[in-house]
């Protein structure tokens, strides 16, 4: 089924994800679009990404990748961004992670909330990470169980129901990737990191089926309001 246009009609999204580099895994370009029209982007990630550079201990890993993110948020327009300090790759859809859902929900209230992929994987040789089924998980049972919330909930799935014409905004969101410079260039010291992050943005604004636009970001819908 063709993706219908993504919602425009809004002014506040809130972006929740695991871990410092998620947004840029996907939403990056929609968000520097969307930033660029004047709407308001928040980001809020359960954990600091303090386990995810191999060789170097927590305690310097936290605060790195922290400002990392937020020169990454930076680039596309976000000046929102917050760290909870759940500990990484030990994300569990406990009560505490719940509760901190339901409060940053009803705090900044968005009318759109937007989620990593929280499904097993995107095909056969690119399995989803466990902190990020259980972080969506948390986010959907907060969702739920939160009385009276009105905003439409989206994740970055390999299904996409609405996308977004990113046209135009690649380049931001390459940019934007490319300010996790020293995870990436520990995650893949032989391939400079510009050309990871190009890579990867390409990949995730591939066209879709069904929809005209040259560079495209994909969304499901998991909540309708
Ligand atoms: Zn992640």
């Given at each position: 089924m063709s993706?219908?246009?993504?919602?425009?009609?809004?002014?506040?999204?809130?972006?929740?994800?695991?871990?410092?580099?998620?947004?840029?895994?996907?939403m990056a370009a929609a968000v520097a679009r969307w930033t660029s029209e004047g709407k308001r982007v928040v980001y809020a990630l359960a954990t600091s990404g303090e386990v995810g550079i191999e060789g170097m201990p927590a305690e310097t890993a936290g605060p790195l990748r922290e400002g990392e993110q937020i020169a990454s948020a930076a680039v596309v327009g976000v000046e929102e961004v917050e760290f909870w300090g759940f500990p990484d790759s030990q994300v569990v859809n406990s009560p505490e992670l719940r509760a901190k859902v339901t409060e940053v929900i009803e705090r900044v209230q968005p009318e759109i909330i937007l989620c990593t992929y929280g499904g097993p994987g995107w095909g056969p040789d690119r399995p989803n990470q466990r902190d990020h089924i259980e972080f969506a998980a948390a986010v959907i049972d907060a969702y739920d169980e939160l009385p009276g919330v009105t905003a439409q909930f989206f994740w970055n799935g390999p299904a996409p129901t609405h996308a977004v014409d990113v046209t135009g905004f690649t380049e931001s969101a390459v940019e934007s990737l490319a300010?996790?410079?020293?995870?990436?260039?520990?995650?893949?010291?032989?391939?400079?990191?510009?050309?990871?992050?190009?890579?990867?943005?390409?990949?995730?604004?591939?066209p879709i089926d069904g929809f005209d636009a040259a560079d495209a970001s994909g969304f499901e819908l998991i909540r309708p309001k």
């Open positions: 993706p219908a246009t993504f919602p425009t009609d809004w002014s506040t999204a809130l972006v929740l994800v695991a871990h410092p580099d998620d947004p840029e895994y996907g300010c996790h410079r020293v995870y990436l260039e520990v995650l893949d010291p032989e391939t400079p990191v510009i050309d990871q992050a190009r890579a990867q943005v390409q990949w995730s604004t591939a």
